[in-house]
């Protein structure tokens, strides 16, 4: 492990809030993109406080937070799907 894919979820973290743009991360298969979300991405929204205030639905079961979507505050999108 090299930290590659923290250092993407730093980048995708700028994208979204600093350069409003939308980001998508490709993954093998949908159970491996969906494990992503659960272990990588959740984590870094919560812990990461300007993410967190893009994300009101953090924690909640709503439309904008999906395991394969995470719709943002300010109209921005994280997609990570799987190949199969």
């Not at 979300?37 to 870094?44: G, N």
């Not at 994280?78 to 199969?84: A, E, I, P």
Request: glycine fraction near 10%.
């Amino acid at each position: 492990r090299v930290g590659y894919s923290k250092m993407l979820l730093g980048v995708y973290a700028y994208f979204i809030e600093h350069k409003q743009r939308n980001t998508l991360i490709w993954l093998p298969t949908d159970g491996d993109a969906e494990n992503f979300m659960k272990t990588h991405v959740e984590p870094t929204i919560r812990d990461i406080p300007s993410l967190l205030a893009l994300a009101p639905w953090y924690g909640k079961k709503h439309r904008d937070n999906t395991l394969t979507m995470k719709r943002f505050s300010n109209g921005r999108g994280f997609w990570c799907l799987g190949g199969k």
